[in-house]
Nanobody, 123 residues
Framework: QVQLVESGGDTVQAGGSLRLSCAVS???????MAWFRQAPGTEREGVSC????????YYDDSVKGRFTISRDNAKKIAYLQMNTLKPDDTAVYYC?????????????????WGQGTQVTVSS
């Protein structure tokens, strides 16, 4: 069992930055980590994914060049640095761990989920 706890969500103005954190209870079984987001009335969408070694990293086109995924193995925390935020980035952000599916941006490919943290970007 892997428990995930997100933090760092807030309300910011467009153009601002936030860093989300995801505390992982145990990294022993974690092969990959990902960040997803879900706005009201929409499906949960993949934002970024990395293997726990940090060697393979993927981003959705909508956040490339603005968001950066990373992790601190010693602290067992994954991060999502979000810069140049836009109102379209407003959503609940979730971290996910242990990928068993082949398509990382498909939410059904992930076994464990955090409770989510709200990010609101005002125009």
């Amino acid at each position: 069992q892997v428990q995930l706890v997100e933090s760092g969500g807030d309300t910011v103005q467009a153009g601002g930055s936030l860093r989300l954190s995801c505390a992982v209870s145990s990294v022993y079984r974690v092969n990959h980590m990902a960040w997803f987001r879900q706005a009201p009335g929409t499906e949960r969408e993949g934002v970024s994914c990395m293997d726990w070694s940090g060697k393979s990293i993927y981003y959705d086109d909508s956040v490339k060049g603005r968001f950066t995924i990373s992790r601190d193995n010693a602290k067992k925390i994954a991060y999502l640095q979000m810069n140049t935020l836009k109102p379209d980035d407003t959503a609940v952000y979730y971290c996910a761990a242990v990928k068993f599916g082949t398509v990382w941006y498909n939410s059904t490919a992930w076994r464990y989920w955090g409770q989510g943290t709200q990010v609101t970007v005002s125009s």
